[in-house]
């Protein structure tokens, strides 16, 4: 089930900002923050589909997200997440 309201049940609610707009090794601690989420493909998709361009969202750092963005630049990536883990759902 895609969660509209995320954010308040964000694993990060309680980190400080400076933990997760970081740079270099220091963003695979951010990410591993993110690695137990329960919301994170919510909060890829938020980076991803406004483009956020600054921290570690969803577990991935804004160079990775870029990556993403110039593959398919003109897609829904809440569409796009969603529908892969309805396909991962029904997988198992």
Do not use: H, Y
């Not at 954010?7 to 137990?36: H, I, M, W, Y």
């Amino acid at each position: 089930m895609w969660e509209q309201d995320w954010a308040a049940r964000a694993a990060c609610t309680s980190a400080r900002p400076d933990e997760l707009f970081v740079r270099g090794a220091e963003q695979n601690k951010a990410k591993q923050l993110c690695a137990t989420c329960p919301v994170r493909t919510e909060c890829l998709a938020e980076a991803l589909d406004n483009q956020i361009e600054w921290g570690v969202w969803g577990g991935m750092t804004e160079r990775e997200r870029r990556a993403l963005l110039r593959r398919r630049p003109n897609a829904s990536w809440r569409a796009v997440l969603e529908a892969a883990r309805t396909k991962e759902k029904a997988a198992v």
